[in-house]
């Protein structure tokens, strides 16, 4: 039993039963992405604020009420959600904000936010009863189904750029996947997994095209909103690729708002890498998002490079609706952001992640915060996910270790040190 009311296109407005395999629109094909509503009638007199104080699961399962599934999943799958929080009052006085928070999506179990939205697919898999799940990913939402499939023994089948990271190509391999090495983009591995899926009838997790991925992608949101004990910050920040995730974040706040839960809903802030800004294009332009054709793309920041962001519907929403902005950071500026970070707060980000920091400095730089302003920034992935980015990001801010021989003098060793 859930409160599923069906599945809504996101460009026309058709409405679609939830069936195992039913992904996308019939007349818009993969732009026209299904959106899941809810009857909230039900949902309000199910759920409340009271009631999950006194829960002690805290996974995102403590939500499921407000999520698309029939049951509970299976005991053994591993824990998803539970981030904490990190309060980083230097950070806001560094940039003048009267606060700042991030949520550590770097301690979810495969260390990145898509650990939510696998938990969702996986789940929905078994409750469908497909054999195989599959997925293209440019790594992290790989590494996520990958680790979440293994927990409950469901076979999985992973496409993704031969160029994607060598940790995040080693995290798949451990956990037993069968990993498809694409000598291409993302772009193109996407376009396989879609084939490959449609032929042998493997459940699809892709994201902008599985309606459910985005569910547990709001999970975050909700979590944010519960730690600050339903008080709204008055500003997320979160980094764009697919769109997907700040399209979930924004649908979490929406929930939560209209079930009356917080009495406003924050800005949302959408970060892109300046080498792909595809949405921070179309805001600014106005253009229409359902036709704008796929753009050149290329970023050091490997999780949010994304020619033609699959849910980009969605993500423009999220802002427009929100009344926050769209903004474009350059690859100097994530870099820049991966120690700044760290040294400030001990969260350790990947290039994406830290771009969603490198935007609350860009907006601060710009006007669009004032000093006042409350602000969540999601960290959305750990550092060691792209170790080479962080020797690179070290590098370029000029610190590196002090190379001694066994035997210095310790007097010495001492005046090397600042
Ligand atoms: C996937 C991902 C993003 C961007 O999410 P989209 O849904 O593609 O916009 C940002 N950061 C990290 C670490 C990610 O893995
Ligand atoms: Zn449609």
């Avoid at 680790?147 to 798949?172: D, H, T």
């Avoid at 920041?301 to 009344?323: F, Y």
């Avoid at 915060?369 to 920034?377: G, I, M, Q, T």
Wanted: with cysteine.
């Amino acid at each position: 039993m859930n409160h599923v009311a069906g599945l809504r296109c996101v460009v026309c407005g058709a409405m679609y039963e939830p069936e195992p395999d039913r992904y996308t629109c019939d007349d818009d094909g993969l732009v026209g992405c299904l959106d899941v509503q809810y009857d909230y009638g039900r949902l309000a007199a199910a759920l409340n604020p009271a009631m999950l104080a006194h829960r002690q699961d805290p996974t995102i399962w403590r939500y499921v009420e407000l999520l698309p599934l029939v049951g509970v999943p299976p005991v053994q799958m591993v824990p998803v959600g539970g981030t904490p929080l990190v309060h980083a009052p230097r950070l806001a006085s560094e940039v003048g904000l009267g606060a700042v928070s991030i949520k550590d999506e770097g301690r979810q179990p495969s260390a990145s936010l898509k650990d939510r939205a696998s938990a969702v697919a996986v789940a929905k898999a078994l409750e469908f009863g497909s054999e195989v799940i599959t997925t293209a990913s440019t790594g992290n939402a790989a590494a996520a189904l990958a680790a979440v499939s293994a927990s409950v023994g469901l076979a999985s089948v992973i496409f993704v750029p031969g160029s994607a990271p060598e940790a995040k190509i080693a995290q798949l391999l451990a956990y037993g996947s069968q990993v498809v090495l694409v000598d291409g983009t993302y772009g193109d591995a996407f376009d396989m997994c879609q084939a490959a899926s449609a032929r042998f009838g493997w459940y699809n997790r892709n994201t902008g095209v599985n309606p459910y991925v985005a569910e547990g992608k709001k999970t975050v949101a909700l979590e944010i909103l519960e730690q600050r004990d339903w008080r709204p910050p008055d500003a997320v920040f979160v980094s764009v690729g697919d769109g997907s995730i700040v399209g979930g974040v924004a649908k979490g706040l929406a929930d939560a708002h209209r079930l009356g839960w917080i009495d406003r809903m924050p800005r949302v802030f959408g970060i892109q890498a300046a080498g792909s800004d595809y949405m921070v294009q179309a805001f600014e332009s106005g253009e229409d998002i359902v036709t704008k054709p796929a753009i050149e793309a290329s970023t050091v920041a490997d999780s949010i490079w994304a020619g033609l962001p699959r849910d980009r519907v969605k993500a423009l929403a999220a802002v427009v609706d929100t009344n926050g902005e769209y903004l474009r950071v350059t690859d100097e500026e994530i870099l820049a952001a991966i120690p700044q970070l760290a040294a400030a707060t001990g969260v350790f980000a990947e290039p994406a992640a830290a771009a969603g920091w490198a935007g609350v400095v860009a907006a601060r730089a710009a006007g669009h915060l004032s000093a006042a302003d409350d602000v969540v920034f999601i960290s959305t992935g750990s550092g060691l996910k792209d170790v080479p980015a962080a020797m690179r990001a070290v590098g370029d801010a000029g610190v590196s270790g002090v190379e001694v021989a066994p035997d210095i003098d310790l007097d010495e060793l001492r005046a090397r040190l600042t």
